[in-house]
T-cell receptor, first 114, second 114 residues
Framework: EAGVAQSPRYKIIEKRQSVAFWCNPISGHATLYWYQQILGQGPKLLIQFQNNGVVDDSQLPKDRFSAERLKGVDSTLKIQPAKLEDSAVYLC????????????FGNGTRLTVT | DQQVKQNSPSLSVQEGRISILNCDYTNSMFDYFLWYKKYPAEGPTFLISISSIKDKNEDGRFTVFLNKSAKHLSLHIVPSQPGDSAVYFCAATPSYNAGNMLTFGGGTRLMVKP
């Protein structure tokens, strides 16, 4: 079973620029999550999708962050404009969505904003 | 407000000995708890979980204990091996959340010395 794929692995941008991250979940997984992990902290949920619908985006800074999951498979997370405090690893995870099925994480995208 | 706390940022243990990682939570609605392990430059991987109806769950060398009255859980690794060296995250989710939106602790870095 192929894992969760994310790209790019690393990205360096200047503040006020925009950036986009891509995620391809495990085949057949209905639920997709984006987490932000700041250095030295645990992952923090940004948004959860069930198929192509948003389940929870209460912690997504909507003035600068946006995410979509067209066709209920791949997802993109965008930041525009980026701030210094957005420097973090952005993790995508997926699960089958059945019962307490565990989340499977990708290797993340490390974003550095200078 | 941190709802899940791992108060020890790091732990060093000799190979063959027991590793005990601790986690405290404040939200009494949490009823399902998980431990994830994370190697550098990789995403977290699921290790073991426990439901609030149990006080212990065992999987090979890994055992998770839950003390609901103290709002405390711990992960025991016996015997510890050098390959166990990683960052361990405790996570929790409440009973009303069927979507597995996890709240993570800040992590504990475990170093197992040969």
């Amino acid at each position: 079973e192929a894992g969760v794929a994310q790209s790019p692995r690393y990205k360096i941008i200047e503040k006020r620029q925009s950036v986009a991250f891509w995620c391809n979940p495990i085949s057949g997984h209905a639920t997709l999550y984006w987490y932000q992990q700041i250095l030295g902290q645990g992952p923090k949920l940004l948004i959860q999708f069930q198929n192509n619908g948003v389940v929870d985006d209460s912690q997504l800074p909507k003035d600068r962050f946006s995410a979509e999951r067209l066709k209920g498979v791949d997802s993109t997370l965008k930041i525009q404009p980026a701030k210094l405090e957005d420097s973090a690893v952005y993790l995508c995870a997926s699960s089958s969505g059945q019962g307490r099925s565990p989340l499977h994480f990708g290797n993340g995208t490390r974003l550095t904003v200078t | 407000d941190q709802q899940v706390k791992q108060n020890s940022p790091s732990l060093s243990v000799q190979e063959g000995r027991i590793s005990i990682l601790n986690c405290d939570y404040t939200n009494s609605m949490f009823d399902y708890f998980l431990w994830y392990k994370k190697y550098p430059a990789e995403g977290p991987t699921f290790l073991i979980s426990i439901s609030s109806i149990k006080d212990k769950n065992e999987d090979g060398r890994f055992t998770v204990f839950l003390n609901k009255s103290a709002k405390h859980l711990s992960l025991h690794i016996v015997p510890s091996q050098p390959g166990d060296s990683a960052v361990y995250f405790c996570a929790a989710t409440p009973s009303y959340n069927a979507g597995n939106m996890l709240t993570f602790g800040g992590g504990t870095r475990l170093m197992v010395k040969p």
